[in-house]
């Protein structure tokens, strides 16, 4: 059984199952109407680590796995004790070990042991490296359960995913998406389709498929998401921009939002972007859009509100450092100088957008943070002759040795690339029309973005 250390795999008021042995005796199941009743407790750092259920168990069944209806392990019954100091022991509920802390707990231990123990310590180093994504236990695949390899499309998570979202309250019922368009290829007048997953892109994960569907785009108001389910951020975005009917709308009061079309499972929320659990610090990473907001607002004004309120997804959404989503001269600098010279000129273009996923990227609070990410822009001129031209932003600085100790600055990498060296950096391949078009086509060094006056961007003739 597979332990998952991220948090919300169950929420309060949903419902467990327990397997157990009591005594080492015959197998006795406890069945659904199991409610979780609370989940840790911030006040104390020890109970914080529990989990309440009211649920049947027997003397002797302390060591039970746990399960949430998709059968992933949530908690190791611990013992059956009053939910807290005010029931006076009147109502007694079960306590379990929530598998976040036990992995939690597991590392520390395992990195405070010896090079000697270490080494000596091979099982326990498989269980690390397969809870935390570093590398699977033999024959399974990261991140998949090892009871039921088809939870994904088990009508059991889409009912949990249901329940979670209505607990949460940030979500939209599902007809909030019927009707919506996502990405138009044929935008420009002539076809600019989305970029195909090669087998390098799918070392990275598989793609999300839609409950109830084997698609995998995800339909917006004006643009559309490829989701990463392995690695929970999407393999890219595409977005579609009208110059002339853009619209400056004002940011407002944040609110994200779960897609109820996904799993939730495969969804970023807050507890990685939250406060750090260190001193309540602010978090190392925003929640970074990858369809900037004002990129799809435009049309209508219902149409125009609609994509703003699209863009705060999760789907949408992927783990930038503070300093580099908001820096001038880093990624918002170039949104900012590539949308504003698209709406000067009241043009259209098609933008695509997304990280650079690495083997070698850090985990940080149970997700692995890209290093780079990338963006490209096509539009058409007024013959429908088509320029585009990619960007390769860094992160690296401030997605490795996490937690800082200084807030690293200068040696920015970025560059404007080719759009076939990105090709071979993501494992995307975009259509012939995106490649032959490229503004640096053919240049065999990369385009250093000392500033933003480096770039080179298609311009219309």
């Not at 009743?37 to 989990?51: E, H, Q, T």
């Not at 007694?92 to 395992?110: F, M, P």
């Not at 780079?372 to 401030?398: E, G, M, P, T």
Request: glycine share 6%.
């Amino acid at each position: 059984m597979r332990l998952d250390p991220n948090l919300h795999k169950v929420d309060e008021l949903e419902f467990v199952t327990v397997i157990q042995h009591p005594d080492g005796g015959e197998k006795l199941i406890a069945i659904r109407e199991n409610k979780v009743v609370k989940i840790g407790d911030p006040k104390s750092p020890k109970k914080n680590s529990f989990l309440w259920y009211a649920s049947d168990t027997a003397p002797g069944s302390s060591g039970a796995p746990v399960f949430n209806d998709s059968w992933q392990v949530v908690a190791v019954h611990h013992s059956a004790v009053p939910l807290n100091d005010a029931d006076n022991g009147q109502y007694k509920a079960n306590e379990g070990i929530r598998v976040s802390s036990l992995i939690e707990e597991t590392v520390r231990l395992y990195n405070a042991l010896s090079p000697v123990r270490k080494s000596s310590s091979t099982y326990l180093r498989q269980l690390i490296d397969d809870a935390t994504g570093v590398r699977s236990f033999p024959n399974t695949r990261i991140g998949s359960s090892i009871i039921n390899t088809n939870t994904d499309s088990d009508s059991g998570v889409a009912k949990s995913a249901e329940r979670r979202a209505a607990s949460a309250k940030h979500i939209h019922p599902i007809e909030f998406y019927d009707g919506k368009r996502g990405y138009e290829e044929n935008f420009l007048g002539i076809a600019i389709p989305l970029p195909e997953l090669t087998h390098k892109a799918l070392e990275f994960g598989k793609p999300a498929e839609l409950i109830n569907s084997n698609e995998i785009e995800l339909r917006y108001t004006h643009f559309s998401v490829v989701h990463n389910a392995t690695r929970k951020i999407a393999f890219f975005t595409a977005s579609n921009i009208d110059g002339r009917k853009w619209k400056n709308l004002e940011r407002g009061g944040d609110k994200w939002w779960f897609d109820p079309r996904l799993p939730l499972e495969l969804q970023l929320d807050d507890n990685l972007y939250g406060n750090e659990p260190v001193n309540g610090k602010k978090g190392w990473f925003d929640r970074g859009h990858l369809v900037r907001r004002l990129d799809p607002v435009w049309g209508t004004e219902s149409e125009a509100n609609m994509a703003n309120e699209d863009t705060f997804h999760w789907t949408n959404c992927s783990p930038q450092y503070w300093g580099f989503n908001q820096g001038q001269e880093l990624w918002q600098g170039l949104e900012n100088y590539l949308l504003y010279n698209t709406d000067k000129e009241d043009i259209k273009a098609c933008v695509f957008t997304g990280p650079i996923f690495g083997h070698d990227d850090e985990e940080h609070r149970g997700t692995l943070i890209p290093q780079y990410f990338w963006k490209v822009i096509v539009l058409a001129d007024s013959k429908k002759k088509i320029y585009s031209s990619a960007y390769r932003v860094s992160q690296k600085k401030y997605a490795t040795n996490i937690p800082f100790e200084v807030i690293p600055v200068g040696d920015f990498n970025h560059f404007q690339i080719t759009i076939k060296k990105l090709e071979g950096l993501t494992g995307l391949q975009f259509a012939d029309v995106i490649r032959n078009s490229d503004v640096i086509k053919g240049s065999s060094t990369d385009r250093p973005l000392r500033s933003l006056a480096d770039i080179k961007i298609p311009r219309r003739k």
